[in-house]
Structures are given as C-alpha cells and as structure tokens.
C-alpha cells in the first residue's frame, strides 16, 4: 500500500479532479484547464511557473500539489546506447527504468523508436529466483503519478521521446492494477502524455485473474507474459506464481483475451543454462505459443549479483530459436542490451539501497532452491 505521505501529484490527476480541486477552491473552471496543459503539454517542474495562474492561486496549490515527485540519482550509459536511469523517491526508495534504442531488425528498417522499461512497484512480492526485483521483498506500490513520472524525468534527462512503454520493470503490473489503469489513461490522452495504446505493452508474470480484468479495458494496449517454462514442473522451480496460477489457468485467461482482443500476445521466454533450455522446453513452448497465437521473445539471461544462473551458448540459444521458427511460431532471440550496466531489474536499486543502509544485504543462498534440469 502506498506511503500517505506521499504527495499528491497533478501527474497522476485526470482533468475532472483538477477541475473539482479548482472548484472548490473557488476560482473559475478554466483554470483547471490551464493547470493541466501546464503539468502535461509545457511538463514544468513547479508549480510557480504556471505563470498565467494568479500567485494567490499558485501558493494555494503549492500547499496541496506537487509536479515532481522523484529525481534521478544516476544514470548508466553502455556501448550499444541503452541508458538505464535510478530513480529516487519522495521517501527516499529507488525504482529503475530503462530505456532502450530500437532494433531495426524488428522494427521495418526504422532505427529511432525508443521504448521505456517502465517500473510499477517498488520491489516485488513475486519472488522469481533468476530476478533481482524481489531480492529484498515488496516494499510498496507506487502511484499513478510516479509511474507516469519515469517518462517525464527520462525525457527531461535525455530531451529524446520516448514513443514505446513496456511495464515490466520492477513489480509486477497487475498487482498494481488501479493505478497501472490509470496511469495508462494519463500516458494514453491527448491533454496528457500521448502515447498511443498500441505502444503500451503490459508484462505480467501470470496473474490469470487480473488479465482476464484487462481484457476489459477498452483502450488497445498490448499484453505479454513473463513465461520462462513451458511446464509446470520447471516453471514451479523458477516462478513461484505458478503455483497459484498453473499453466492451465494461465492459458485460459489467455484465450479469454484473445476472445477479445486482436493483437498478438507475446510469450518473454528468459533462457536459462541447464533450468528451461532444453529442446524438449522449446518443442512444449512452440505448442503453447501455437495454441494461444503468441510471438516469443527468448532473451538470453542477464547475469544478476549473487544468483547462480547463467546463459547459455549462443550455440544453445541459436537450437532453441530454431525448434520454434520450424514449428511456425514467429520468434526472436533477443540480445539482451546493457548487459554491461546490469540492466536486469533491480540490480542499481538493490544495490544503492543496501549502500545506504535502507535494506540489509540479500542472501541469495535463502533463495538458490532449484532442484534437477529439465
């Protein structure tokens, strides 16, 4: 649950509570409308440069309201331009979000698209054992504004727009669902952000009741899943929310999306060495891609501090790929980018918080249970 101290930020507000705020304190409706363009269309950082709003009005608002919320305490960059930016929080926290440059490959030759890893919680209660996210727990959710605002601190920071969100960095977006919906909305709207619904991508680990609840919402974002087994009996060792959402109930969830929906899913596939990249993984991971018309993404495993796993060869990753491609499943193996700037999820975070003494170090050992291979 999130902090009440946090502030309220106007990133988070849709136009009709800025227009009721304003109401109430007793000035004209138009106001509201100026309060809002300046937030999202002129992106100020305070409220005292909303130089068309009476100062009586900006004093008033300034003891209610913030704009900002987070500040960046360290950017990385890498060889291949991936940057990943820490993020600090009202309450002294970190969330990461990455933002990586198109691959040509997969985009029709186009060569400046920027997608953005957006976080949606800090920490996570999931407990995947190949991610840093969770390695010190759930700490809270974060809130409609400060999802939004990781968009708006990267496009300050890099004067660069971002034209592609993905949230799957740290959390998991589906137990954050009132304020991932609404932060979809602001990032959506025209008044607000203005990325358009298609370039929305909502990654889940496989909360099968709530996809079913996103397959109601109207506007046409695109769902895909953190699979990384292709059985239960080797997703179970990997991804403890298997347990509570086995395949059978995940798939069902999927195909009452697809129900619904007309974009394709896409299946995030992690490979690791000896735990899920064997050849029989892939035969099983073509059938599921086939039965629910998914895409797949197979990223070779981003080396975590303190985690035991590693990637495979590329000889390896290559056999796996081709096992899908001959089934007809459409599949890309992804290189993972900044690789050498601990881009996996978590790592800057954990890392600074235990420097600053907010958490204890992790033992990974409490978390090394994995039994035999696949």
């Known amino acids: 649950m999130t902090d009440k101290k946090t502030p309220q930020s106007l990133l988070g507000m849709m136009p009709a509570e800025v227009e009721a705020l304003i109401k109430e304190m007793g000035e004209p409706g138009f106001r509201a409308?100026?309060?809002?363009?300046?937030?999202?269309?002129?992106?100020?950082?305070?409220?005292?440069?909303?130089?068309?709003?009476p100062k009586a009005l900006r004093e008033r608002l300034k003891e209610r309201l913030v704009t900002r919320t987070m500040s960046v305490a360290t950017v990385s960059g890498s060889a291949d331009t991936t940057r990943k930016f820490l993020l600090k929080l009202h309450d002294g926290r970190?969330?990461?979000?990455?933002?990586?440059?198109?691959n040509p490959a997969l985009y029709g030759g186009k060569s400046d698209r920027r997608t953005l890893c957006v976080s949606s919680q800090v920490g996570c209660a999931y407990d995947c054992k190949f991610c840093a996210s969770g390695l010190a727990g759930f700490t809270r959710n974060l809130t409609a504004a400060e999802i939004v605002e990781q968009i708006v601190q990267v496009e300050a920071h890099?004067?660069?727009?971002?034209?592609?969100?993905?949230?799957?960095?740290?959390?998991?977006?589906?137990?954050?669902?009132?304020?991932?919906?609404?932060?979809?909305?602001?990032?959506?709207?025209?008044?607000?952000?203005?990325?358009?619904?298609?370039?929305?991508?909502?990654?889940?680990?496989?909360?099968?009741?709530q996809i079913h609840k996103l397959a109601d919402f109207p506007l046409q974002i695109r769902l895909a899943i953190s699979l990384h087994g292709a059985s239960d009996p080797v997703r179970d060792q990997i991804m403890p929310v298997n347990r509570k959402y086995p395949l059978a109930e995940l798939f069902g969830a999927l195909e009452a999306w697809n129900a619904k929906r007309k974009q394709f899913l896409t299946f995030e596939f992690i490979l690791i060495e000896d735990v899920n990249d064997s050849l029989d993984q892939a035969?099983?991971?073509?059938?599921r891609a086939r039965s629910v018309n998914a895409k797949v993404n197979l990223i070779p495993y981003n080396t975590v501090d303190g985690l035991p796993w590693k990637r495979p060869s590329e000889q390896r990753q290559e056999a796996f790929l081709a096992v899908l491609t001959s089934a007809g499943v459409t599949a890309t193996l992804r290189r993972e980018k900044g690789h050498d700037i601990a881009a996996a999820c978590g790592q800057l975070r954990?890392?600074?918080?235990?420097?600053?003494?907010?958490i204890e170090s992790p033992i990974p050992e409490k978390r090394i249970t994995i039994g035999g291979g696949n």
């Open 33 to 53: 409308k100026q309060v809002v363009e300046w937030t999202f269309a002129r992106r100020v950082a305070d409220i005292e440069a909303m130089t068309n709003l």
């Open 94 to 102: 970190y969330v990461e979000t990455v933002l990586i440059p198109a």
């Open 158 to 209: 890099t004067g660069e727009r971002v034209d592609n969100l993905v949230f799957m960095g740290m959390g998991e977006p589906l137990a954050n669902f009132s304020n991932l919906i609404q932060a979809i909305e602001i990032l959506n709207a025209e008044w607000g952000i203005g990325i358009g619904a298609r370039h929305m991508t909502v990654s889940t680990s496989g909360l099968a009741p």
């Open 283 to 287: 035969r099983m991971l073509a059938k």
């Open 350 to 358: 954990l890392k600074q918080e235990t420097s600053e003494g907010i």
